[in-house]
């Protein structure tokens, strides 16, 4: 008797199993491509991207709030640097907090941890970018960190993100993952290699040409047939992958024969004929040893 009745109760079980494999799990599904559209794209940066727009920024390496308020409308990005500086996450906080909803606040990254991205997208961070990017398992890891699920695991935790961005959207939740951008930068030999499988993980939006650490790392000056052929590896790799592509430095812009798949850029003009001004940050006049080209 006990038996049959553990029989019949793994019976009952595996029924029971077979009609909850038939009931779609919607919770736990990726939104179809008809969703995403329907979520407002409100990160501008993005928008300009998808649109095929060349798109630059304004390097800022030192706490400056007023700075940042003053340059944010007249960037297409606002490159706020931890890689390379001694600010805090609290400085990055105050300063994207005293303008919110102002420009498009993006962060160098120090390392590819979980906790510091859910910094910076607590914060109100529409963007991150991690330098120096060898392997798959880095990019998979600053994707994984930068979105909530089902399209990564970023943790849902206290932050001034909603109240940041209250007048663009009144659901953050649910629209910041299409809203985010996720760069990574190539900046080695190493990195040039496995350019394909780390341009196609899914969640990365696009791929940074580090232009001067691409020499640094590589040995070979920039010009030379060694370093334009990392640079050529690095952009073929990318468009065969389908994601957007940039370089650190803004020449890459114009007068090279592929300027035209350039897209995004560290420094560089204004995109209304703004002129920040001298000696604050790092802005247009500075950054991976470039100038901003000509208008």
């Given at each position: 008797?006990?038996?049959?009745?553990?029989?019949?109760?793994?019976?009952?079980?595996?029924?029971?199993?077979?009609?909850?494999?038939?009931?779609?799990?919607?919770?736990?599904?990726?939104?179809?491509?008809?969703?995403?559209?329907?979520?407002?794209?409100?990160?501008?940066?993005?928008?300009?991207?998808?649109?095929?727009?060349?798109?630059?920024?304004?390097?800022?390496?030192?706490?400056?709030?007023?700075?940042?308020?003053?340059?944010?409308?007249?960037?297409?990005?606002?490159?706020?640097?931890?890689?390379?500086?001694?600010?805090?996450?609290?400085?990055?906080?105050?300063?994207?907090?005293?303008?919110?909803?102002?420009?498009?606040?993006?962060?160098r990254l120090p390392d590819e941890y979980e906790s510091t991205i859910q910094k910076a997208t607590d914060i109100g961070a529409l963007g991150v970018i991690e330098?120096?990017?060898?392997?798959?398992?880095?990019?998979?890891?600053?994707?994984?960190?930068?979105?909530?699920?089902?399209?990564?695991?970023?943790?849902?935790?206290?932050?001034?993100?909603?109240?940041?961005?209250?007048?663009?959207?009144?659901?953050?939740?649910?629209?910041?993952?299409?809203?985010?951008?996720?760069?990574?930068?190539?900046?080695?030999?190493?990195?040039?290699?496995?350019?394909?499988?780390?341009?196609?993980?899914?969640?990365?939006?696009?791929?940074?040409?580090?232009?001067?650490?691409?020499?640094?790392?590589?040995?070979?000056?920039?010009?030379?047939?060694?370093?334009?052929?990392?640079?050529?590896?690095?952009?073929?790799?990318?468009?065969?992958?389908g994601k957007w592509l940039g370089a650190t430095s803004p020449q890459y812009a114009s007068g090279r024969p592929d300027s035209k798949d350039m897209l995004f850029?560290?420094?560089?003009?204004?995109?209304?004929?703004?002129?920040?001004?001298?000696?604050?940050?790092?802005?247009?006049?500075g950054g991976r040893g470039a100038a901003a080209p000509p208008q």
């Amino acid at each position: 008797m006990k038996r049959m009745f553990g029989i019949k109760r793994a019976t009952a079980g595996s029924f029971l199993a077979f009609l909850l494999a038939g009931i779609p799990a919607i919770s736990q599904q990726p939104q179809s491509n008809a969703q995403q559209q329907k979520v407002k794209i409100f990160n501008t940066a993005k928008l300009k991207l998808m649109e095929g727009k060349q798109i630059f920024s304004y390097t800022i390496s030192r706490p400056d709030p007023a700075l940042y308020c003053e340059v944010a409308p007249h960037y297409d990005f606002i490159w706020l640097e931890m890689q390379h500086s001694t600010q805090t996450w609290a400085d990055l906080e105050k300063m994207i907090a005293t303008c919110p909803g102002v420009g498009v606040p993006m962060v160098r990254l120090p390392d590819e941890y979980e906790s510091t991205i859910q910094k910076a997208t607590d914060i109100g961070a529409l963007g991150v970018i991690e330098p120096t990017v060898d392997t798959v398992e880095k990019a998979e890891a600053v994707v994984q960190y930068a979105r909530y699920p089902p399209d990564g695991r970023r943790s849902q935790g206290g932050g001034q993100y909603s109240q940041v961005w209250a007048s663009k959207t009144d659901d953050y939740h649910n629209t910041i993952n299409q809203n985010m951008l996720v760069i990574v930068m190539i900046e080695t030999p190493v990195g040039v290699a496995n350019a394909y499988e780390i341009a196609r993980v899914p969640g990365v939006d696009g791929v940074l040409i580090a232009n001067t650490d691409l020499g640094n790392f590589s040995l070979s000056k920039p010009g030379s047939a060694e370093y334009e052929g990392l640079v050529k590896k690095i952009h073929d790799a990318t468009l065969k992958a389908g994601k957007w592509l940039g370089a650190t430095s803004p020449q890459y812009a114009s007068g090279r024969p592929d300027s035209k798949d350039m897209l995004f850029f560290q420094n560089g003009p204004s995109f209304d004929g703004y002129q920040p001004p001298v000696g604050r940050g790092r802005g247009a006049h500075g950054g991976r040893g470039a100038a901003a080209p000509p208008q």
